[in-house]
């Protein structure tokens, strides 16, 4: 978590007391007690700024896997398809996998006297471990008509908005803190925030570094290297109160 350069502004005004003109003037020259709207003042208050970032790593992991087939006839072809198909879902399904994360797309056409099917099979992971466990079946045990194809780290919108509310929950907490240093050198003490702005958010997502080589990465050093990052600055303005005076032991 990194901080940016605070800026920090107090204001501590004086008290004002009541006063009053010469009570002998009671017709004409006196001024009366000034109203509860007379003697309002602006509150005294510092304020400051506070920065916090935060990353998270990919929660989940979607890998394709694409099945071919050509043949004389529509009905071997389907079947051919169809086959290599049901065993995916089928390693699928004794993984544990929803029903809800996984999505199959079939497609047919007819080139001269073959007809053409392709359908691919999306699944969406929420364990890495048991991704790999099920790419590691799928590649031992089909043929090249069937390719698994490299997992696909991704972000839920839960994960990210779950970093988002963070990370300004810890700009604000970082702006707490510098407030409260302010107020123990003022000899003063932290009040309520009387004002909470947020003035700047940024995300970002990383990636391979210079496109380099990743065939020697792992899947969990790969899903590390996608770590999406945000960032928040927030301006807080706190009330100033009078330190409390230690009390007296009778």
Not at 88 to 116: F, G, M, P, S, W
Not at 128 to 154: A, H, T, W
């Amino acid at each position: 978590m990194a901080s940016s350069p605070s800026r920090v502004f107090a204001a501590l005004l004086p008290v004002a007391s009541d006063s009053y003109g010469d009570e002998n003037l009671i017709d004409f020259g006196r001024v009366g007690k000034p109203t509860t709207a007379d003697t309002q003042i602006p509150p005294r208050e510092v304020q400051v700024t506070g920065s916090a970032e935060l990353s998270c790593p990919p929660d989940r992991a979607a890998v394709s896997i694409s099945v071919s087939s050509s043949k004389e006839s529509v009905n071997d072809v389907k079947n051919s398809v169809s086959r290599r198909v049901e065993y995916i879902l089928q390693t699928v399904r004794q993984h544990d996998v929803k029903e809800a994360d996984t999505a199959v797309t079939k497609y047919i056409q007819r080139v001269d006297d073959l007809y053409i099917m392709e359908a691919e099979v999306r699944v969406v992971f929420l364990d890495f471990d048991k991704m790999q466990r099920v790419r590691s079946v799928l590649l031992e045990k089909l043929d090249k008509s069937v390719c698994v194809g490299v997992p696909q780290f991704i972000h839920s919108p839960e994960c990210l908005s779950t970093i988002r509310r963070h990370v300004c929950v810890a700009a604000v907490e970082n702006a707490r803190l510098k407030a409260s240093e302010v107020c123990c050198t003022l000899g003063q003490g932290l009040g309520r925030a009387l004002l909470v702005r947020e003035e700047e958010s940024r995300e970002w997502s990383g990636g391979f570094p210079n496109g380099g080589d990743t065939t020697q990465v792992t899947l969990h050093q790969r899903a590390g290297l996608i770590a999406h990052t945000v960032s928040s600055r927030v301006f807080v303005t706190f009330e100033l109160r009078p330190k409390d005076r230690p009390r007296k032991k009778l």
